[in-house]
């Protein structure tokens, strides 16, 4: 049964178009991999009023260490005098399951036993990430979405939503992302847990275990994030320079940054999740599986990202029915797919303008 509550507890700043809610799932949550999850809570904002035909429902996928505000992530592109507002559209963003923001993830305490689940929490894929938001989506009565969009771990879940209900939506922007995730993506994310599982308090019942592994996991993550061009333009250090480099102290900050607000058994378990991406799985193949997307398509690939290369956003583009590709220019590497939001916005705006 699903039954809906106001969330108020969640920090997540709103405006006077949003509202922070949650939906409980009080039955058995079966995962991909045949586990369950006993129950389940999602977290969602909404923002902006829906019409009467469903003609202007904007569901936006977040990344990986992201939260249910778009507003806060994604300006430029999502906000009240952005392309996409809540003035013209109705916007949804779901928290992904295995959270640490609102939905139900490993600091959470499992009912059957009444621990947390901590290093328990069972393995997730991204189409059981998916499976949720049609929980949500059955909620909102939303039988057509105009626009999916989503970056990176959150255009993977926009792949996925798309091939399983390919009469959903209508129009698709996936940004930096790919239809399975490479073996270098996977070896990247395999060095960050090890890191993680280095700190002796992983394995810990703290909930606030592994904290030192998690900043270790992201100043590796950072390598990914940005490239060569971007750390030599932003982190040079003066001639002579023998210690206090630049490029250290930032990465020291960004670990140090991500200990604050995140949670290193979560960030352990979307890690592996984005590992398991790949939509050929089980439907004969990536080629057929892109073959089934009935809507209209922007991929967009930022220049210079070294875990969603040019390569597979060039594959996206040829196996997917009605795909348009672009890049955008970017010294920031990966990260453009939220740094160059102006950019990707006017990408859009032309895109869906040659469709009306």
């Known amino acids: 049964m699903l039954k809906n509550t106001k969330a108020t507890t969640l920090g997540l700043s709103s405006n006077e178009y949003s509202q922070s809610e949650y939906l409980f799932y009080d039955s058995p949550f079966t995962l991909e991999n045949g586990s369950e999850l006993p129950e389940l809570r999602i977290v969602y904002n909404t923002f902006g009023q829906l019409n009467q035909d469903q003609s202007n429902v904007v569901w936006v996928f977040h990344a990986l260490t992201a939260n249910s505000n778009p507003f806060e992530w994604w300006p430029g592109l999502i906000g009240e005098n952005d392309f996409i507002n809540p003035k013209e559209h109705f916007i949804v963003c779901a928290n992904i399951i295995g959270s640490c923001y609102g939905s139900t993830g490993p600091k959470d305490f499992d009912i059957r036993n009444g621990e947390r689940y901590l290093r328990d929490f069972p393995n997730l894929t991204i189409r059981d990430m998916v499976k949720a938001h049609q929980l949500l989506q059955k909620h909102l009565g939303i039988q057509r979405v105009f626009l999916g969009i989503g970056g990176s771990?959150?255009?993977?879940?926009?792949?996925?939503?798309?091939?399983?209900?390919?009469?959903?939506?209508?129009?698709?922007?996936?940004?930096?992302?790919?239809?399975?995730?490479?073996?270098?993506?996977?070896?990247?994310?395999?060095a960050q847990r090890m890191a993680i599982e280095s700190d002796p308090s992983f394995y810990s019942s703290s909930p606030k275990g592994g904290w030192k592994g998690l900043e270790a996991a992201r100043a590796m993550a950072m390598i990914s994030y940005r490239n060569h061009k971007t750390f030599n333009s932003t982190q040079q250090d003066a001639e002579g320079q023998l210690d206090d480099f630049s490029a250290e102290s930032y990465q020291r900050y960004q670990g140090e940054k991500l200990g604050r607000r995140f949670d290193a058994r979560?960030?352990?378990?979307?890690?592996?999740?984005?590992?398991?991406?790949?939509?050929?799985?089980?439907?004969?193949?990536?080629?057929?599986?892109?073959?089934?997307?009935?809507?209209?398509?922007?991929?967009?690939?930022?220049?210079?990202?070294?875990?969603?290369?040019?390569?597979?956003q060039h594959q996206l583009e040829q196996l997917i029915p009605n795909a348009k590709l672009d890049f955008v220019p970017s010294k920031y590497g990966h990260d453009g797919f939220l740094v160059e939001a102006p950019s990707i916005s006017k990408l859009l705006q032309d895109f869906l303008s040659t469709l009306s």
Not at 178 to 188: L, V
């Open 266 to 312: 979560t960030y352990y378990t979307l890690n592996k999740t984005m590992d398991t991406h790949d939509v050929g799985r089980g439907r004969g193949g990536i080629e057929k599986a892109l073959a089934k997307i009935k809507a209209n398509v922007q991929v967009i690939g930022i220049e210079g990202d070294l875990l969603f290369t040019t390569e597979e």
């Open 153 to 190: 771990m959150g255009g993977q879940q926009a792949l996925e939503w798309a091939i399983d209900d390919p009469q959903l939506f209508e129009n698709l922007a996936l940004i930096a992302t790919s239809a399975k995730s490479s073996p270098w993506g996977i070896a990247i994310r395999a």
